[in-house]
């Protein structure tokens, strides 16, 4: 069965970086989209980064320039870089498989979350 396993969370302050990890198992990971979210003020969840199976990518607007999502399909993972990092940026970040190999808004499984806290 399709699992999704985050890690990398944690306590940093304003300005620092973290980087996430997303292991995926049970399916052909290079052949999906992939998808970083995060939980949102309203408890949606809410785009990040994405990374089509070509490796082109999309970024919301609030971290373009900071974060860099990629992917390793030799390793079945998927990273988000996350750095000059801010308050506004605390939240739990979800990582998600797409339906396909583009990402076209469908996405059908979920990991359980990890952690991001920015303190200053």
């Known amino acids: 069965q399709v699992q999704l396993v985050e890690s990398g969370g944690g306590s940093v302050q304003v300005g620092g970086s973290l980087k996430l990890s997303c292991v995926g198992s049970?399916?052909?990971?290079?052949?999906?989209?992939m998808g970083w979210f995060r939980k949102g003020p309203a408890k949606e969840r809410v785009r990040v980064a994405l990374i089509d199976a070509g490796g082109a990518t999309g970024y919301a607007d609030s971290v373009k320039g900071r974060f860099t999502v990629s992917r390793d399909n030799a390793y079945n993972t998927l990273y988000l870089q996350m750095d000059r990092l801010n308050a506004e940026d605390t939240d739990m970040y979800y990582c998600?498989?797409?339906?396909?190999?583009?990402?076209?808004?469908?996405?059908?499984?979920w990991g359980q979350g990890t952690q991001v806290t920015v303190s200053s």
């Open positions: 049970g399916f052909t990971f290079g052949d999906y989209c």
């Open positions: 998600a498989l797409g339906a396909g190999r583009y990402c076209m808004g469908q996405y059908d499984f």
